[in-house]
T-cell receptor
Framework: DTEVTQTPKHLVMGMTNKKSLKCEQHMGHRAMYWYKQKAKKPPELMFVYSYEKLSINESVPSRFSPECPNSSLLNLHLHALQPEDSALYLC???????????FGSGTQLSVL | GIQVEQSPPDLILQEGANSTLRCNFSDSVNNLQWFHQNPWGQLINLFYIPSGTKQNGRLSATTVATERYSLLYISSSQTTDSGVYFC????????????FGTGTRLQVTL
């Protein structure tokens, strides 16, 4: 299995909703990442988990809350988002932190 | 932070043509990766190449870390090569914090 699986593929939510994005990999990777990508822009790093511990938070607003329940799963909990948070959210993993990245297909999020 | 510049920003090729994409970066790195983002948004890792030369089929890449640039070569281009090519780099000591360049948008026509 060489895939990073993200669900859902599309999500529409209101500003008062709470939702979660999920990411799963079964490659034995010990580093997992969340990136945000706005249209026609490059991906921007949000969070890095290494061995299930948060190692990097790129000053992301607290309305985004990451969670790594085990070495295969990564969640991103969303609460009280703003319309400007609408973007493609990409999960990635690597064998170890700083190594070759494998991306999931992303969740296209729209905040109304 | 580290600056990553890619050129050209846009490129249109006829099928079968060859091309060279360039990535310049402003600081020493020990992590450099090339990605292709297809029109459906999927990012595919093409190369992990902090230094040296690698080849994979019609694609090859060279990184000259001492001169702070990397090149991606596409030979005999196909329409499926269309999309955006990103270079991403990580500085020594913070290799997991990849900074992406602004990308080269490639369109291959029949």
């Amino acid at each position: 299995d060489t895939e990073v699986t993200q669900t859902p593929k599309h999500l529409v939510m209101g500003m008062t909703n709470k939702k979660s994005l999920k990411c799963e990999q079964h490659m034995g990777h010990r580093a997992m990442y969340w990136y945000k990508q706005k249209a026609k822009k490059p991906p921007e790093l949000m969070f890095v988990y290494s061995y299930e511990k948060l190692s990097i938070n790129e000053s992301v607003p607290s309305r985004f809350s990451p969670e790594c329940p085990n070495s295969s799963l990564l969640n991103l909990h969303l609460h009280a988002l703003q319309p400007e948070d609408s973007a493609l959210y990409l999960c990635a993993s690597s064998l170890l932190s700083g190594e070759k990245l494998f991306f999931g297909s992303g969740t296209q999020l729209s905040v109304l | 932070g580290i600056q990553v510049e890619q050129s050209p920003p846009d490129l249109i090729l006829q099928e079968g043509a060859n091309s060279t994409l360039r990535c310049n970066f402003s600081d020493s790195v020990n992590n450099l990766q090339w990605f292709h983002q297809n029109p459906w948004g999927q990012l595919i890792n093409l190369f992990y190449i902090p230094s040296g030369t690698k080849q994979n089929g019609r694609l090859s890449a060279t990184t000259v870390a001492t001169e702070r640039y990397s090149l991606l070569y596409i030979s005999s281009s196909q329409t499926t090569d269309s999309g955006v090519y990103f270079c991403a780099v990580g500085r020594s000591g913070t290799a997991s914090k990849l900074t992406f360049g602004t990308g080269t948008r490639l369109q291959v026509t029949l």
